[in-house]
Nanobody, 117 residues
């Protein structure tokens, strides 16, 4: 069974940084894409960033220039480096993985990021 385990959330002041990690229980090459969504109460989950098997990435306009997605293939882990954090970045962040051989995505349990003075 595929598992995605997230870590790294927490409370940070505006302008600060956090790094989220998402470790998979299978080879990272099992996935066509991996990335991060975020969700706040009463709102739909929104895509923050994703990285494709070939290495291409994309970002939501709201985080471009501040967030960076990367991966460590040997550790089967994807990272989200978040810099210059703003209060509006406060959300539960979910890691997801899109398999190459299945139409069903896998999801992590979510990690809370709170940006507040």
């Amino acid at each position: 069974q595929v598992q995605l385990v997230e870590s790294g959330g927490g409370l940070v002041q505006p302008g600060g940084s956090l790094r989220l990690s998402c470790a998979t229980s299978v080879s990272i090459f099992s996935f066509y894409a991996m990335g991060w969504y975020r969700q706040t109460p009463g709102k739909q989950r929104e895509l923050v960033t994703q990285i494709f098997s070939g290495g291409n990435t994309n970002y939501a306009d709201s985080v471009k220039g501040r967030f960076t997605i990367s991966r460590n293939n040997a550790k089967n882990t994807v990272y989200l480096q978040m810099n210059s954090l703003k209060p509006e970045d406060t959300a539960v962040y979910y890691c997801y993985a899109q398999p190459t051989s299945s139409p069903y995505d896998y999801w992590g349990q979510g990690t809370q990021v709170t940006v507040s003075p």
